[in-house]
């Protein structure tokens, strides 16, 4: 499976952002999903995730309600809906997918599959 990220930038304190991941090699639908972020000399931490055929979603305490994970099964694209930023958002975003069933979506060592990372910054 091969992931590709799109979507980060510069923004401003308040603004939204929407992050999308295309995924090859296999469906969507087949698949568990989640966004990880990662600053400079800090550990890769779970922001969202998305169970398998799209049963059911879950978030970092500090996003939810500002930001959604969401997928277009059709497209085989994972997105992550980023609303009222902040600055402590800034970091670099990166995809994640694996095949098989946990019910660890939070730990990073769950997924085998990741992108390469897309950076946002938000300007306070």
């Known amino acids: 499976v091969q992931l590709v990220e799109s979507g980060g930038g510069v923004v401003q304190t308040g603004d939204s952002r929407r992050l999308s991941c295309v995924a090859s090699?296999?469906?969507?639908?087949?698949?568990?999903m989640a966004w990880f972020r990662q600053t400079p000399g800090m550990e890769r931490e779970f922001v969202a995730a998305s169970r398998w055929n799209n049963a059911g979603s879950f978030y970092k305490e500090s996003v939810e309600g500002r930001f959604e994970i969401s997928r277009d099964n059709a497209k085989n694209t994972l997105y992550l809906q980023m609303n009222n930023l902040k600055p402590e958002d800034t970091a670099v975003y990166f995809c994640?997918?694996?095949?098989?069933?946990?019910?660890?979506?939070?730990?990073?060592?769950?997924?085998?599959?990741w992108g390469q990372g897309t950076q946002v910054t938000v300007s306070s």
């Open positions: 994640a997918a694996d095949g098989t069933y946990s019910n660890n979506y939070y730990l990073e060592r769950r997924y085998s599959f």
């Open positions: 090699g296999d469906t969507l639908k087949n698949l568990a």
